[in-house]
Nanobody
Framework: QVQLVESGGGLVKGGGSLRLSCEVS????????MAWFRQAPGKQRELVAV???????NYVDPVKGRFTISRDNAKNTVYLQMNSLKPEDTAVYYC??????????????????WGQGTQVTVSS
């Protein structure tokens, strides 16, 4: 079984910074793309940033220049450094990973896994 555990959310004033972490654990053969999504109250979950296994990144326009996604493949961990936070960044943030599991004998088909979510609240 594969699990994603997030940490690093909290309450911060506008203009402040937070760093989110998400560790993938379990029977893993390899991890392909990893991403961060967010869901604000009353809104649909939206993609924030994505990083490939090779380190290529992509961001949605509202966070470009403020957020940085990175990963440590040795630790199976993805990070989201969030700077110059704004009240409109307030949301539950979810990490997402496309993982090839390992059954002890061979890699399994790729599956998508989600973290439990971590609350980020930015005050004005």
């Amino acid at each position: 079984q594969v699990q994603l555990v997030e940490s690093g959310g909290g309450l911060v004033k506008g203009g402040g910074s937070l760093r989110l972490s998400c560790e993938v654990s379990g029977s893993i053969f390899s991890i392909n793309a990893m991403a961060w999504f967010r869901q604000a109250p009353g809104k649909q979950r939206e993609l924030v940033a994505v990083i490939t296994s090779g380190g290529s990144t992509n961001y949605v326009d509202p966070v470009k220049g403020r957020f940085t996604i990175s990963r440590d493949n040795a630790k199976n961990t993805v990070y989201l450094q969030m700077n110059s936070l704004k009240p409109e960044d307030t949301a539950v943030y979810y990490c997402n990973a496309n993982v090839l599991g390992w059954n002890g004998d061979r890699p399994l088909d790729e599956s998508t896994y989600w973290g439990q979510g971590t609350q980020v609240t930015v005050s004005s």
